[in-house]
């Protein structure tokens, strides 16, 4: 089965400037999970959606960051205007959402962000 | 807010020898489940601890979660070199939310 997918890999953009990354999901997953990881540090929550409604968001700097997922699949997280302190690794994953089952992330291989 | 810590940060070991990482939530755990980053890498699910007091084996991993459901450990026998990378503790309150801890990056010396 083919895994979660992610655009672009890196991504160089001055601060105070836009920036969006794409995710697909695995197919028929109903969770999608975004994560920011600073070097050296673990993946950070930022917005989680089950199907295309939002479940947590509580860590999301709204007032730059927002994110969306249309028909329950893709999604994209979009910075504006960035900040030096984003630059990081963003982390799309995807998972079933089987009640009762093992609940496991699939990742996608990520977007570097540097903002300079 | 919650918080879900990771000790040793760092642990370098020769091959052969034992590791151990120790994962603590400042809160009680629905699940924990455990996840290897290699090195440029991307999380890899390893396993999910559900029972209060369970361990898990795979091949020389092995995994524990606490009574009280607010602590975890994984355990790896005789090092390999393909071991190398950071072992994250990610734990959940709940609703499929998970918090990852700081993570435990190991090497392993030839």
């Known amino acids: 089965e083919a895994g979660v997918a992610q655009s672009p890999r890196y991504k160089i953009i001055e601060k105070r400037q836009s920036v969006a990354f794409w995710c697909n999901p695995i197919s028929g997953h109903a969770t999608l999970y975004w994560y920011q990881q600073i070097l050296g540090q673990g993946p950070k929550l930022l917005i989680q959606f089950q199907n295309n409604g939002v479940v947590d968001d509580s860590q999301l700097p709204k007032d730059r960051f927002s994110a969306e997922r249309l028909k329950g699949v893709d999604s994209t997280l979009k910075i504006q205007p960035a900040k030096l302190e984003d630059s990081a690794v963003y982390l799309c994953?995807?998972?079933?959402?089987?009640?009762?089952?093992?609940?496991?992330?699939?990742f996608g291989p990520g977007t570097r962000l540097t903002v300079l | 807010g919650q918080q879900v810590m990771q000790i040793p940060q760092y642990q370098h070991v020769q091959e052969g020898e034992d590791f151990t990482t120790y994962c603590n939530s400042s809160t009680t755990l629905s699940n924990i489940q455990w996840y290897k980053q290699r090195p440029g890498g991307h999380p890899v699910f390893l396993i999910q601890?559900?029972?209060?007091?369970e361990v898990k084996k795979q091949k020389r991993l092995t995994f524990q979660f606490g009574e009280a459901k607010k602590n975890s450990s994984l355990h790896i026998t005789a090092t390999q070199t393909t071991d190398v990378g950071t072992y994250f503790c990610a734990g959940s309150p709940g609703t499929y939310k998970y918090i990852f801890g700081t993570g435990t990056r190991l090497k392993v010396l030839a």
């Open positions: 994953a995807s998972s079933l959402d089987r009640a009762g089952g093992v609940d496991t992330q699939y």
């Open positions: 601890l559900v029972k209060s007091g």
